[in-house]
């Protein structure tokens, strides 16, 4: 038998399951990033959810099998909203990695100039030399960098890999470059 009463509770199993899977995703991603502080907290808000999800699926599910569907649904759809908001938030830096064999220095020139940090390496690919250019940059610039990319060489080859900690780097002494924020220097 199907109530509206099965089905108002069905939806909101699926819903909190999905909340608590995505916190879930989340979780992971802020853990591997480091900031463990906020997987802490979200581990708390996910399994708070997920043992009332649990209670309420258990002490019903043996006369309305059906909450074991919704639970099962909102796993599923909450991996994928999990992994969608993550996208969404682009938290973290990366190395992006370019290989070109055209446009290496102009390409560090530009990026450079954008304020990046850039290195460039020589190196020798499948069809002869190439440049290689390790470019650190927050996720959500990703994009707005391969357009950069692709516009000087269309061929060029890229990867990204995740960058944990990435060490900033010295501001420069306001005192040794001279000018009127000289006398400012700490005697």
Known sequence: MFSVEILLLGVLVFLARMVDVSLGTLRVMFL????SGLAFLLGFCEVAVWVTVVTAVIQNVREKPVLGVFFALGFATGNVVGIAVER?????????????????????????????????????????????????????????ILDVVR?????????????????????????????????????
Do not use: H
């Open 32 to 35: 591997v990033q480091g900031r």
């Open 151 to 187: 516009r000087e060489d269309p061929e060029a080859f890229y990867i990204t890999e995740a960058a944990r900690e990435v060490s900033e780097p010295p501001e420069p002494d306001p005192a040794s470059a001279g000018g009127w924020l000289a006398g400012l220097k700490k005697k």
């Open 88 to 144: 969404k938030l682009a938290l973290g830096k990366l190395v992006l990695k370019v290989i070109t064999r055209s446009a290496g220095e102009r390409l560090a020139d530009l990026l450079r100039a954008d304020g990046y940090r850039v290195t460039t390496f020589e190196g020798r690919g499948m069809r002869g030399p190439v440049t290689e250019l390790y470019i650190v940059c927050n996720r959500r610039q990703v994009s707005r």
